[in-house]
């Protein structure tokens, strides 16, 4: 790269971009971007940046991130929502953007720990033999032949091992059971190995998870996993706020209590085969987990610790830790046999601790004392977590900023406002002094794509509500030429509809979320062309269909987060003293983001054409409804089914037409 290149003529229509990336176009949106970026670098400041759809806003950050190392020397730390995109930046964008730039900085990719093999794990579990299922031991078998093939250790890349299966926990480390520098394969470790990529590395491309965590290990004085950097670039941002509450909160497992078990089983095996009342020890702490589990109801559930803190509960809570104080002073006895038992004893401590303190809300004078923080249970088919979650995340974030080496901050989504208003992300992260810049998406909306909201619908909490809209809906579904994409606020109205149109809908595959696995689903119903998808949250964003495969996306309802789990109770609660509404301040803006990421399913591309129908009768009904709509990019609006369904046609003509002209 020419040091005298600027980022207009990089960014020009016949510049060095366009010479590598096929199809590149010049767009406007994506040059104020990396222009406001490359002024933050300068002056050391931080930005917000919400950038609608279409703008480019990967290439965006790109570009004046690899200049200010060349230029500068720059460290940069890229830090996204997910591994996909993760991935997709280290192995297809930074190689290609490294190419058209003529610049060779050294990237270096890191996820979290559980990510990667570990061998120690590995070789323990496959002499210990101890499995759930004889197919946990033939998954393991051909986990150590890719072994011996990788180089990275990124069970990712393991086609063998599926993103759920039970075996993980078996072949990868967690920052309590790891054992450092004192694991006997610690000189063959991946973990070790990407991070001293990482340490010595110009560019790093890390998720948010993991962003957070060498974050809040500095603030707690612990050593840091990152190499200090210079800028900080935050993608797909706004999932940035709802990470950090678990980071900075407090929480005990039943996973990390049945962790503890297992290890010292397989520690024992081999170390203290002497001791059998060791395993007695385990049964006990067992057997205590699950009568906690029992206790605790259901699964599936999120609830405030006041409103199930019963005698019971608190008997079974001191019978664990009666158990776990067992386990932890027979541990202590054996800790100096080997590193591993050492390990296990110290975990025991360490989850001794958090139980007390959870335990110790029993008594009254340790009742929550103020709205600073929310105690909480969470329940799963087979365990649950026992957290305690702070309101507010913004002065530890703030101060965390603070104590990282980088000057720059760059935050970026395509959802971060309400109605261009940037002050709930800004609040929430301690973020009041950063820049703001809003960039439209440059797609053609008023063209490309129709809003409809059907008339005559009957409020969401009627109990009609959910056979009316789908029956409304239903002849949409039938004459979309394309792909449909319903989303749901809640998995009862995804199966409800789902047993309706399983006999109603004719003619096209339906697909449900639970199917198949997110990624065989979404490819599958890519490849159908015309299929319909039921899907809920995880399906509102990261999903990327283009073309004719998705024209229809049709939203059941606002997606406003339930008033009773507990974090959005006590911050409701919290907003109540404060004096504020909760719901125009809380529940508002926060179902802005989530409708903004759901609605931008439908348009992907230049050519791509669709309709959005929002089902919910509020967005007309109630004065609110106009800060949503507000915030959605500026399509045609309609509510006649008529207008709808003429436009669907209109895109099934396209098609023969395109056909016809390939022929």
């Known amino acids: ?44 400041e931080s930005i917000c940046i919400e950038a609608g759809t279409g703008t480019g806003k990967t290439f965006g950050y790109l570009v004046p991130a690899l200049k200010a190392w060349h230029q500068q020397d720059k460290k940069v730390i890229l830090s996204t929502g997910t591994k996909n995109l993760q991935d997709q930046l280290y192995y297809r964008d930074l190689p290609n953007m490294r190419k058209a730039l003529g610049v060779s900085p050294k990237i270096a990719l890191l996820k979290g ?33 890719w072994s011996r093939q990788t180089q990275s250790g990124d069970l990712t890349q393991c086609s063998d091992l599926a993103d759920g299966d039970a075996l993980w926990p078996y ?56 190499p200090d950097a210079d800028m900080v670039v935050v993608d797909e941002a706004h999932q940035l706020t709802d990470i950090a509450h678990s980071f900075y909160g407090q929480r005990l497992t039943s996973r990390q209590l049945m962790e503890v078990c297992r290890d010292t089983e397989l520690e024992a095996l081999t170390t203290a085969k002497d001791d059998r009342q060791l395993s007695v020890s385990v049964r006990r702490v067992e057997g205590a987990v699950n009568e906690v589990r029992l206790s605790l109801g259901e699964a599936g559930q999120k609830v405030n610790w006041q409103l199930i803190a019963s005698p019971e509960l608190q008997q ?9 104080l067992a386990l932890c002073e027979r541990l202590e006895r054996h800790a100096s046999r080997s590193k591993g038992l050492d390990s296990c004893h110290r975990r025991c401590e360490e989850s001794l601790q958090s139980l007390s303190l959870f335990n110790s809300s029993f008594d009254n004078s340790e009742q929550t004392k103020s709205y600073e923080a929310v105690r909480w249970v969470e329940t799963y088919r087979n365990g649950f977590a026992i957290l305690e979650t702070p309101l507010n995340v913004s002065e530890s974030f703030a101060r965390s900023r603070k104590e990282h080496a980088a000057t720059s ?156 789990e507990p974090l959005i109770e006590a911050k409701i609660q919290a907003a109540r003293k404060a004096g504020k509404n909760p719901f125009f301040d809380i529940q508002i803006p926060q179902a802005i983001i989530a409708l903004k990421q759901g609605a931008g399913r439908l348009i992907r591309d230049y050519s791509d054409k669709g309709v959005l129908v929002l089902c919910d009768p509020r967005l007309i009904a109630n004065r609110y409804g106009q800060k949503f709509l507000k915030s959605l990019p500026p399509m045609k609006r309609t509510r006649d089914k008529a207008v709808v369904l003429e436009f669907l046609q209109s895109l099934s003509l396209d098609s023969d037409n395109k056909d016809a002209d390939n022929g």
């Open 409 to 564: 901050w760059i935050f970026t989504s395509a959802t971060m406002t309400q109605a261009d208003d940037f002050s709930l992300f800004k609040q929430e992260l301690g973020l009041e002094q950063a820049k703001e810049l809003i960039l439209p998406s440059p797609f053609d909306y008023e063209h490309q794509a129709i809003l409809h909201i059907p008339r005559s619908l009957p409020d969401p909490r009627d109990r009609a509500y959910i056979s009316t809209w789908q029956k409304e809906i239903l002849p949409l579904v039938e004459s979309n030429p394309g792909g449909t994409f319903v989303l749901f606020t809640s998995y009862a109205a995804l199966n409800k509809v789902k047993e309706l149109w399983q006999e109603q809908l004719s003619g096209k595959e339906l697909f449900a979320q639970g199917d198949l696995p997110k990624n065989e689903l979404i490819e599958r119903f890519r490849e159908a062309g015309d299929a319909v998808l039921l899907a809920t949250s995880s399906f509102w964003e990261g999903v990327d269909v283009k073309g004719e495969a998705l024209s229809l996306v049709i939203i059941d309802k606002l997606p406003f987060s339930a008033p009773d």
């Open 113 to 145: 720990r559980n990510n990667y093999l570990c061998l120690y794990r590995m070789e323990q579990s496959l002499d210990s033999g101890q499995f759930q299922s004889r197919s946990m031991a033939d998954t393991l078998v051909k986990v150590k032949s």
């Open 171 to 226: 072949v990868t480390s967690t920052n309590d059971n790891c054992l450092g520098v004192e694991c006997p394969d610690y000189a063959d470790c991946y973990v070790a190995k990407a991070r001293q990529k990482a340490t010595s590395a110009d560019v790093v491309v890390v998720n948010h998870h993991l962003l957070l965590a060498d974050m809040v290990l500095k603030d707690d004085g612990f050593g840091e996993l990152l």
């Open 1 to 44: 790269m020419a040091d005298s290149l600027s980022l207009k003529s990089l960014f020009s229509s016949d510049g060095a971009l366009s010479k590598v990336f096929t199809g590149f176009k010049q767009r406007e949106e994506q040059l104020t971007m990396a222009e406001a970026i490359e002024d933050v670098i300068e002056s050391e």
């Open 316 to 324: 079974k809570l001191k019978e664990l830790e009666k158990e776990l």
